[in-house]
């Protein structure tokens, strides 16, 4: 990783790392991530000609943290990203965002079409007015046998879950209370390490488990002693996040989820066509943010390209770095070329 600097931005600092010359990429991680979730795009970016810059997200890493749950909503989120444009000297970027940095940066595209030059998303689809986790590819086998559910956009998100989900999904649980908060930070390394994995079941097979997996109730729960798959990281790697959230907590990265409510309600008048070229990479084998998702997307992002990463589940940057690498170099020298 290149070295990182403190940027002022938006009334906090961000840790940004940042290389190369040329047209600028954000880089923009998941939950829970970090910056370093990219080291093996960053070197790729830059030898492509491009100049990459990669927050810690607000909340994340040595980035600020402040105090509030409204610290986290959708606008702070988007203006920390305009503000470190402006600090950078760049004009627009290309956003590139995994998890729910793929979140950020389709909402990048709908609040500040004027500085995205586009997006490349990995993982998460664009599904308008905050109603992904409403969507039926993952709400349908959550829902009794018989029982049909059909997603309102003007309706609240998080009360439309509640009537899906059982009260220990993993994003009710977050903004139901401390107890995931609790739970994750008693043992970071054990959080990290059950949440990234790779070679597990796929998704039909995951439909038939019981009722907790097609709950997604995956945090906040106590963590078996054999867990399911392999390892996405290795010690050295698993020990850069075991530090980082042992020394931050997840409260605040939490702090993201619960403000969706807050997110879709800002948000009901905003036009839901993402206007710039887009990029969308999925993985084969992710349960929660499926390639079929991805269906009918193209009514809401016109300019849109897919792939799917064969053999891949939710972790793509670190799971499958070279195919992550080849397909977003690939379309940013087609769509956004070095000059």
Do not use: C
């Not at 290389?19 to 954000?26: F, K, L």
């Not at 829902?143 to 879950?161: H, N, S």
């Not at 059950?194 to 038939?208: F, G, P, T, V």
């Not at 929660?288 to 016109?302: I, Q």
């Amino acid at each position: 990783m290149p070295a990182a600097i403190a940027v002022p931005t938006n009334g906090i600092e961000l840790n940004v790392h940042e290389a190369g010359t040329g047209p600028v990429v954000v880089l923009l991680h998941g939950f829970p991530g970090l910056a370093y979730t990219w080291r093996h795009q960053i070197p790729a970016l830059v030898a492509a000609g491009y100049r990459v810059v990669v927050p810690d997200l607000r909340g994340y890493g040595a980035s600020d943290m402040p105090p509030d749950v409204e610290d986290y909503d959708i606008a702070e989120l988007t203006g920390d990203l305009v503000g470190l444009l402006d600090r950078v000297g760049a004009r627009e970027a290309v956003f590139v965002g995994h998890d729910f940095g793929g979140l950020l940066a389709w909402q990048m595209a709908l609040l500040h079409r004027d500085r995205v030059a586009g997006v490349i998303s990995m993982n998460t689809p664009h599904v308008p007015h905050w109603g992904l986790w409403l969507h039926p590819e993952i709400a349908g086998p959550a829902l009794e046998e018989g029982e049909t559910f059909v997603a309102d956009p003007g309706v609240d998100p998080i009360a439309q879950m509640r009537e899906v989900y059982s009260p220990d999904m993993y994003v009710l649980m977050f903004v139901s209370g401390d107890e995931a908060d609790r739970a994750m930070d008693a043992d970071p390394r054990a959080t990290i390490r059950s949440a990234y994995r790779k070679d597990l079941m796929r998704a039909s097979e995951w439909d038939a488990l019981p009722a907790f997996a097609t709950n997604m109730e995956y945090y906040g729960k106590p963590i078996p002693a054999e867990l399911p798959g392999k390892d996405v990281l290795s010690d050295d790697e698993l020990d850069v996040y075991a530090r980082s959230f042992a020394r931050t907590g997840f409260t605040p990265a939490i702090n993201w989820y619960r403000n969706i409510s807050r997110n879709w309600k800002a948000g009901l008048e905003i036009d839901q066509q993402v206007r710039v070229p887009a990029l969308m990479i999925s993985a084969e084998h992710d349960v929660v943010l499926r390639p079929a998702m991805t269906r009918g997307m193209a009514d809401y992002v016109p300019d849109l390209e897919t792939h799917v990463i064969p053999d891949a589940w939710h972790w793509t940057p670190e799971e499958k770095p070279d195919a992550v690498n080849r397909l977003a170099i690939d379309w940013l020298q087609r769509h956004y070329p070095p000059r």
